[in-house]
């Protein structure tokens, strides 16, 4: 990586929203640092005059006791109150940056393609937009006055023991080089271990995420032993890591602490003070002094071994989170278009959803649907049927080839005209878990009350919300748990009928319907696609007879092109997908075989 990566990767780059409170309380700490250190040269001189019975004098200004005191407590409240607003101004900045961070992060993924959030998954996207961003707070909040107490102090404090008296200041230093080793030694940064203790994170938070999400699941077939067993593998995986990293340090970063603590310091400097003070080259107050001044700097000095790690810690946490804001956006033309008509065509569209992946999804896909026309998408299972339809939205763009929409390439149309023009009914439905209202005016958020009702009744489902205790108001449960699966489904309908999109692609929309809401659904369907452009994917074939076309694929390519009794006869894939499911349709569960 060069330099001007590192630059525009780095830990300060991904703050720079913050600059400004950052700079502000660091300006504060250091001022703190200042007073106090102000304060123990004060104290020093105060000791050694009353020790010696001769006046105080700062800057030939003779001070009595209570105007000494009346000081001291000035540079202290000053440094108190420049520390307090220190930390106030760097909290309110990590504050900032937790906003900022994590509203550009979920705006960056709202325009990435969709097989990066799938590839990757939702743990490691929900470590990198909650856990790496909080990293990044405590280390704005807590770390950044301390890194200017932490600089400042013992370098200011370094300055004055060497004008003081060099051989006590040596001293000092002797007893913090040898401490500083030590933590240097335990703080050293060990990438294969970091990378395993982030992985292991990692791997925790997938675990717990896929435990509750698949709580049915769990509770009918497995009680838990299996999947729970894949999160307590993930934790056990973390503490090892966790164990070994602490084993390499614990010894050293012990013996560091030891060591900078203040009284190996004082001690060495009382000692060489009381030898240099007998021998006559030592004033008092230089011994006074330079007593104050060496543990104050030992003090100051070992939050900078913590924070070299933590600095550490919050730079691969910066670097994930530049990762994640690094990817390519699906590009967006500068010459944009607006299509006037709504037929759709794909011509010689090929597509892999990785480009190192070596076989296309889908190959060499030529069709053209008429607008207000019914075509229909069927083949067998990982044909290529779903990925047709979230290529016409760029879900993915295409690898070759172009998709268009009134002969305008889908790539020029921009994002919000897009998706104004194409809606979505999926086969797995996803509700929010808010109130029922809020779920519909998803599509429309200038949509009115009366709108919204208006997309139930077409979406046959108003009837039973209106039967529900709080009616729009009751809230759908997480992923809507709260409904059964036919009412989802209407739910989504009724967005798509309130969005009033020229184009609707509907994702095997009654795959998951009982007879009793499929005979609603089928309504709903009926009322959405009125006047429309309608991708179908259907697996239950009687849904689809009536198609203005039916497009069959086959192993990713377009295998056959016609109506229901053209495919009949050309006794291909169609003809014998409809044989299956004649077979499937006339099978007797009692008896467990086809009727005869």
């Given at each position: ?227 729970f067993k894949r999160y307590n593998s993930a934790l056990h995986a973390y503490k090892e890591n966790l164990n070994n990293w602490m084993k390499i340090s614990a010894i050293p970063a012990k013996l560091g602490m030891i060591i900078l603590s203040p009284l190996p310091t004082l001690l060495t400097v009382l000692f060489t003070g009381i030898l240099l003070l007998n ?133 020029n149309i921009e994002p919000n005209v897009l998706m104004n023009t194409v809606s979505f009914v999926f086969q797995d439905t996803f509700l929010f878990q808010d109130t029922i209202y809020n779920n519909i005016k998803i599509a429309n958020q200038n949509a009115s009350k009366e709108e919204i009702i208006k997309a139930a009744k077409a979406a046959q489902i108003h ?132 009727n005869e």
């Open positions: 990586m060069n330099k001007q990566t590192n630059k525009k990767h780095g830990l300060w780059a991904i703050m720079k929203p913050v600059m400004l409170e950052i700079r502000l309380a660091m300006f504060l700490s250091a001022i703190g640092s200042l007073s106090l250190i102000a304060s123990l040269l004060i104290l020093s001189l105060t000791l050694t005059n009353i020790m010696q019975d001769t006046p105080l004098k700062i800057f030939n200004i003779k001070l009595d006791l209570i105007n000494t005191i009346i000081l001291l407590a000035i540079m202290t409240t000053i440094a108190f109150l420049s520390r307090f607003y220190a930390f106030v101004v760097s909290h309110l900045g990590a504050f900032r940056l937790e906003q900022v961070l994590r509203t550009k992060l979920t705006q960056h993924l709202a325009e990435v393609p969709l097989g990066y959030i799938i590839s990757n998954g939702s743990g490691t996207l929900k470590k990198v937009i909650q856990n790496d961003v909080k990293n990044l707070h405590s280390f704005v909040a807590d770390s950044i006055p301390m890194i200017a107490k932490s600089i400042l102090a013992p370098i200011t404090t370094l300055i004055i023991l060497f004008i003081i008296d060099y051989r006590l200041a040596l001293a000092s230093i002797s007893i913090l080089l040898l401490g500083w080793l030590a933590m240097a030694y335990a703080m050293r940064d060990s990438k294969e271990l970091r990378d395993k203790y982030d992985q292991s994170q990692s791997d925790i938070n997938k675990a717990v995420i896929e435990f509750a999400q698949a709580m049915p699941v769990v509770r009918t077939f497995d009680d838990g032993t299996s999947s021998s006559g080259s030592l004033e008092l107050f230089a011994l006074i002094a330079a007593l104050f001044l060496s543990t104050g700097m030992a003090d100051a000095m070992m939050p900078i071994m913590w924070l070299q790690n933590f600095i550490k810690k919050s730079q691969a946490s910066a670097l994930k989170i530049q990762e994640v804001l690094d990817v390519p956006t699906l590009p967006i033309s500068k010459n944009a278009e607006i299509p006037t008509s709504f037929e759709l065509q794909f011509k010689d569209v090929f597509f892999k959803y990785d480009n190192g992946e070596v076989n296309y999804a889908l190959k060499n896909i030529n069709f053209k649907i008429p607008s207000k026309s019914v075509t229909a998408l069927v083949g067998p299972s990982g044909a290529g049927k779903s990925t047709i339809a979230k290529l016409i939205p760029r879900f993915w763009d295409v690898s070759k080839g172009e998709i268009c929409i009134g002969g305008v390439n889908i790539k009837d039973f919300i209106e039967s529900l205790p709080n009616a729009y108001e009751t809230k759908a449960g997480d992923r809507g748990a709260n409904l059964s699966g036919g009412q989802k489904q209407r739910i989504t309908i009724a967005r798509a009928i309130l969005r009033d999109t020229p184009i609707v692609v509907l994702d095997e929309a009654t795959a998951f319907a009982d007879p009793e809401n499929e005979e609603e659904i089928v309504k709903a369907l009926a009322n959405l696609t009125i006047n429309k452009t309608v991708i179908m994917i259907a697996h239950r074939l009687s849904t689809i007879k009536n198609a203005d076309q039916i497009i069959v694929f086959s192993q990713g390519e377009i295998s056959e092109i016609g109506k229901h009794e053209e495919l009949l006869e050309n006794k291909g894939i169609y003809k014998k997908l409809w044989e299956n499911y004649e077979k499937a349709s006339q099978w007797n569960l009692e008896k467990g075989k086809v």
